[in-house]
């Protein structure tokens, strides 16, 4: 009974805190860890400070290619490609918002996106709900297909603290498939989606109006044919060279400095957690010296307000999770490790349902990951559903998602009136179950 009045209690404060966002997240969690370790008695758990600081070192480099312009040159080449292919849109806008997401390490990216697809829809006769709604699912799909992303760099150090040695170059070559296939599923089934424009009633009754046809049909802002200064372009090659050393160090362990870690022991390499945090500080060194920017500018950049939230969030979601599961871990061991042995796909539903209940992929994976790692699942099935931790469609809060309706001026992008028969249900549906299936069979096969 006491552990299902401590589940409650978990749940009470997963929901509450989401209601305030990331950071109300994190302090509504520690009402939970008062009332586990003052009311139940249960021994405080460890926050995740590996997980943390890497997320930190990522979330820093970050905000100074924001900062620098760098993301702005990866913007206008996004545009450059969509506007060479408009007739394709609804194909390759959510493939180019996935591949944003995935140099970056953030869906944030997609929001500059979104007028820019639009406006190639719109002029094209092509239903905006079409490219635009699975363009936002793609963009937040792509984060676990990301080098320098919180879930990502979050996997790495909690298989690397129970003990599995996988390297970021491992986890990539199951996740950047897995997540590639769903988005391009998803974008396959959105090219015929909902009515043509010219048979949607409800649109042509819109724009009967002309005030709203000018509007629907207006201008957007753009990139192509400005000129960037060279330092925006300095910055992005810094940034992906930086990409680029992770993903090659990870998967040559032999080119690390080897250290003693036990007295006897023989000398081993040191732990790709520290190299991740090392090159991140050590790329925003670089972009700091070379490209004219004040570091002092860094701390107002979205990419980096955003990450900060998402650091303080896991420290607090995290926390909270390890002291409720540690405390009854003989138990999930016994239920739980049986569940997942006889229904693998178990762990994939509880990892979409913890998403969604803290809007963060960063969030759930500092949940289900070290817990199933605990009762004993295996770290290949953890790899096999990594698309899974993306479950925050199901209900149309996102601030994407959100934004994404707004940028529609057509209107083709909304809410149904059923709450849950939105415009991003299916295209998510289709892109995690499709990345699960193809995740699970790339994994078994590699490892």
């Known amino acids: 009974m006491e552990m ?3 589940f409650v209690v978990l749940i009470i404060c997963l929901l509450v805190g989401v209601r305030h966002g990331g950071l109300g997240l994190a302090v509504i969690s520690g009402i939970g860890l008062v009332i586990f370790t003052f009311v139940f008695g249960y021994k405080p758990g460890k926050p995740p400070i590996d997980v943390m600081l890497i997320i930190m070192a990522v ?24 506007r060479s292919n408009p007739k394709q849109v609804t194909i390759f806008a959510p493939l180019t918002t996935w591949f944003l997401t995935v140099l970056c390490g953030t869906g944030h990216v997609v929001y500059t996106m979104f007028p820019i ?4 829809a719109i002029k094209q006769g092509i239903r905006p709900e079409r490219p635009m709604a699975v363009a936002s699912v793609a ?36 996740s950047v498939p897995a997540t590639g296939c769903g988005a391009l599923a998803a974008a396959i089934w959105s090219y015929r989606r909902g009515k043509d424009l010219a048979d949607d009633e409800r649109f042509q009754e819109f724009i009967k109006d002309p005030a709203n046809k000018e509007y629907v049909y207006g201008d957007s802002e753009s990139l192509m044919g400005k000129e960037l200064p060279k330092e925006y372009y300095r910055a992005m090659y810094i940034f992906l060279f930086g990409i680029v050393v992770i993903a090659f160090l990870g998967n040559m362990p032999s080119l690390l400095p080897h250290f003693v870690m036990k007295e006897g022991a023989a000398p081993q390499p040191i732990s790709m957690v520290v190299v991740i945090q090392m090159v991140m500080l050590f790329v925003g060194a670089l972009i700091l010296l070379t490209c004219k920017i004040k570091a002092k500018d ?29 405390n009854h871990m003989a138990f999930l061991k016994q239920f739980l490790g049986e569940a997942v042995k006889s229904y693998p796909w178990a762990y994939a539903i509880l990892a979409f349902l913890t998403s969604k209940l803290v809007n ?29 931790c993306y479950g925050y469609f199901f209900l149309p809060t996102y601030p994407s998602d959100l934004a994404c309706i707004g940028f529609d001026r057509s209107g083709t992008t ?12 299916i295209p998510g549906l289709i892109g995690v179950i499709t990345g699960c299936c193809v995740g699970y069979v790339i994994a078994h096969i590699l490892y």
């Open 139 to 174: 963009s937040q799909m792509g984060i676990c297909a990301s080098p320098v992303s919180v879930a990502v760099v979050s996997v790495v150090a909690f298989l690397a603290a129970a003990g599995y040695n996988f390297s970021v170059l491992q986890i990539l070559s199951v």
């Open 298 to 326: 860094v701390g107002n950049s979205q990419v980096f307000r955003s990450g900060v939230v998402a650091l303080v969030s896991v420290y607090g979601v995290a926390w909270m999770a390890d002291t409720y599961f540690a």
């Open 414 to 425: 909304r809410i149904g009136k059923y709450i849950l028969n939105h415009s991003f249900m």
């Open 117 to 120: 697809i639009y406006d190639i």
């Open 4 to 6: 299902l009045f401590g």
């Open 59 to 82: 979330v820093t480099c970050a905000g100074f290619l924001q900062t620098s312009g760098g993301l702005t040159v990866m913007l206008k080449y996004a545009e450059k490609f969509l």
């Open 360 to 388: 963060s992929q960063g969030a759930a994976i500092a949940i289900v990951v070290p817990m199933a790692l605990n009762v004993g699942m295996d770290p290949i099935l953890v790899l096999s559903f990594i698309s899974a």
